[in-house]
């Protein structure tokens, strides 16, 4: 809990560490609220002309005493000097949320936050609900604070719950929980227990959706004034053919484009939240008729030589590769990248769907170790262009081609995103050339 009493912004020292996307923004709300701002960044991201700038550990350690708050980017991690005075530090959500007074719908866990995220939005804007999705979707909720929607859905990470204070939303899902960001957050308790702070602050009874049957998923929440609703359950289920929200036939399954078993669940969860805030059968069922996915999300990139090509750079933890390959049949695996401090090994369980897997990145080593003797053929690349190579040439009859790191990017890239761009690019240009 953050000490700071935030009633008196106007002429407080306030110091942004980080300048991304999310510390711009910060910087531009505090300043709006009166606060004497200071930007600390020794990375890429460079201030502008004009904004006071700490760029040195060593100026940071002589000023941050003289602080009343500081507002931590996600990417930076708690080891840093920036956290040594805890009891001021938040995060950009916890600064924003102060300021706001319109109702939050916030969705947090491990997998599939940002296709809720989307869901809910569409459902509520084809409803004619003023909406906008923000948060780790990618747009800083402290953009919004001077001219907000009617409702934000707020996608919220663990690094931003971890240090936001009574987020207080109107509703809340807990979507999943497995190994992740093990070396930013330490133990898996601690990972629960910040991903659990999403429920702090509700109103007595507001809905709190989770996974029917997830007892420690329910056990972490279990302190928070709103009322747990399990999906699926009465309010969101499947029946045969049909997708059922709040007792309403809204969709068929035969008629959804994306109808695996977490496909389901998170339109259930996205339709049970949406109809919650207002919006209607109708519009909820043709959202989830016209949804294909996300891009870097299992996202079908194309054909090449008869193989299909998948670009799953946002799986970046094994759970996510396992849930997102239930699918494919048989498949080239491209693997890698920064590991978070989780186990690698469940992917050895997908070895009898693979002719081979293709290793790169920092964690090719471990993913090397994983397949040791499961009998699948693994290789190591050094690069996308090498590894996409390799994996045409070890492709076999009708195998798709499938990145699917389980690792974060940040070895060689700036984002999932950006791992993303240049395995489609890998791909186009291999595919030109034969």
Request: hydrophobic share 45%.
């Amino acid at each position: 809990m953050t000490d700071f009493d935030w009633g008196s912004m106007r002429g407080a020292s306030v110091l942004i560490g980080g300048y991304g996307v999310a510390g711009r923004s910060a910087y531009r709300l505090a300043r709006e609220l009166g606060a004497e701002t200071v930007v600390f960044e020794d990375g890429a991201n460079r201030p502008e002309e004009g904004v006071e700038t700490i760029s040195t550990l060593e100026e940071l350690s002589a000023r941050l005493p003289f602080f009343d708050l500081v507002v931590v980017s996600p990417g930076i991690h708690p080891s840093h000097l920036l956290y040594s005075r805890r009891e001021v530090v938040a995060s950009e959500l916890a600064l924003a949320r102060r300021f706001l007074d319109v109702p939050i719908i916030a969705v947090t866990g491990t997998n599939g936050k940002t296709t809720v995220t989307t869901l809910v939005s569409r459902m509520l804007g084809r409803s004619g609900i003023d909406n906008l999705a923000v948060g780790n979707i990618g747009e800083p909720i402290s953009a919004h604070v001077a001219a907000p929607p009617s409702v934000l859905v707020v996608e919220a990470s663990s690094f931003q719950l971890a240090y936001t204070d009574s987020l207080a939303p109107a509703q809340a899902a807990f979507l999943n929980f497995a190994p992740d960001h093990l070396d930013w957050h330490g133990t898996m308790e601690a990972y629960l227990a910040a991903k659990a702070r999403i429920a702090e602050g509700m109103a007595e009874g507001a809905p709190i959706w989770v996974p029917a049957g997830e007892a420690r998923i329910s056990a972490a929440l279990s302190t928070s004034p709103g009322r747990q609703r399990g999906i699926f359950g009465p309010d969101a289920e499947v029946i045969g053919d049909k997708v059922r929200i709040g007792g309403l036939e809204v969709a068929a399954v035969s008629s959804l484009r994306r109808s695996l078993p977490h496909d389901l669940l998170n339109f259930c969860f996205a339709g049970a939240m949406a109809m919650e805030a207002g919006a209607d059968a109708a519009s909820i069922g043709a959202v989830m008729e016209e949804f294909t996915g996300l891009a870097h999300r299992m996202e079908l990139i194309g054909e090449v030589e008869g193989h299909a090509v998948y670009n799953d750079s946002k799986a970046t933890t094994p759970d996510a590769v396992l849930c997102d390959m239930q699918s494919i049949k048989s498949a080239v695996l491209i693997a890698g990248g920064r590991n978070k401090g989780v186990d690698l090994g469940p992917l050895a369980s997908l070895a009898p769907r693979l002719s081979a897997v293709v290793a790169m990145g920092e964690a090719a080593g471990e993913v090397v170790a994983v397949f040791a003797g499961t009998g699948t053929e693994v290789i190591q690349a050094g690069g996308m262009d090498e590894a996409v190579a390799s994996a045409f040439a070890l492709a076999r009859g009708g195998d798709a081609v499938v990145l699917g790191p389980a690792c974060t990017s940040w070895d060689n890239y700036t984002s999932y995103a950006a791992r993303g761009e240049d395995f489609r690019r890998a791909v186009r240009e291999w595919g030109r050339g034969h």
